[in-house]
């Protein structure tokens, strides 16, 4: 049996006296496109942190590639696999679409000077070769000069991501990628990232859109108030009670259809 490349065992964190999130468990297999939702609060963004090491766990432990990883620090965590992008977009909107997939390799990079060599001066460094082969790999089409802030928000969507792939991860976790994109731009970006999970990355999305969830996830878990209350495929999820109710009256199961 395969084994699975992330393992999520019964975290449980505080932030003062409130219990987030409890005892939530769940795997990822090789290549799987995962979904992470909930409603507001529910502690989706938190589990995020909790995996990259934002945060540290209160018990219960992550397991990536069979690592204990639960109390490694940030950077080795990325060494190891695991990549991130986060919920507001964090380009730099005065660099070009090549500068800023450049940035991915600051995580990588030893002393300050690694950091900021990318940007300008070395015009043939291995990072520069390094984000050329990750754009061609991703298939992302767009000229590679230009000003990332003169760019739609779906295309700088997809910057995002392909940033978060300069560390080549194994998994990567995106949160709210379609968040604020029309319909035919949350349709590309879906197709977009199954193109990256068929490269074998490991896909872990937040996502408030079931439209989107139904177009890439394979399996899904369900968070309300800081609990695992389901864990199936996407079409099970529109059946299941315990998620309907916590949904009741909120625009994320209208767009799926079930009311
Ligand atoms: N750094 C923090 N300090 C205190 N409370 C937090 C912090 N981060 C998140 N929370 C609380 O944890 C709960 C879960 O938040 P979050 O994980 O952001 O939810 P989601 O992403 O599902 O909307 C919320 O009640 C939120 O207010
Ligand atoms: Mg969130």
């Known amino acids: ?17 409130l219990k987030v999130l409890e005892d939530v468990s769940f795997d990822l297999m090789p ?26 766990v209160d018990s219960g432990s992550v397991i990536l590639a069979n690592q204990d990883i639960t109390n490694l620090p940030i950077r080795k965590r990325i060494g190891l696999g695991l990549s991130r992008s986060f919920q507001n977009i964090r380009l730099m909107p005065h660099l070009s679409v090549l500068e800023n997939v450049m940035m991915g390799q600051h995580c990588q990079a030893n002393r300050i000077t690694e950091m900021i060599k990318p940007i300008g001066w070395t015009k043939n460094n291995r990072w520069r070769q390094r984000a050329l082969e ?40 995106l949160d709210e990628p379609a968040a604020g994109l029309n319909p035919q731009e949350t349709i590309e970006l879906a197709g ?52 309907l109710e916590a949904y009741l009256g909120t625009s994320a199961m209208e767009s799926s259809g079930v009311t």
């Open 31 to 56: 290549g799987q496109r995962f979904g992470l939702i909930g409603p507001n609060g529910a502690g989706k963004t938190t589990v995020f942190n909790l995996l990259s090491g934002v945060y540290s």
């Open 192 to 243: 977009f990232l199954r193109g990256i999970s068929d490269s074998n990355v490991t896909l872990l999305l937040v996502e408030h859109d079931m439209n989107f969830i139904h177009a890439i996830c394979e399996k899904v878990v369900v968070l309300n108030f800081g609990l695992k209350i389901f864990e199936g495929t996407p079409k099970e999820v529109n059946r299941n009670k315990a998620v």
């Open 1 to 17: 049996m395969a084994v699975p490349i992330l393992q999520i065992n019964c975290i449980t964190k505080f932030f003062g006296g």
């Open 134 to 173: 990750t754009i061609k790999d991703a298939g992302l089409e767009v000229d590679l000069n230009s000003t990332v802030s003169e760019l739609p928000y779906g295309v700088r969507k997809k910057i995002e991501v392909v940033r978060a792939l300069m560390s080549k991860p194994s998994v990567l976790m």
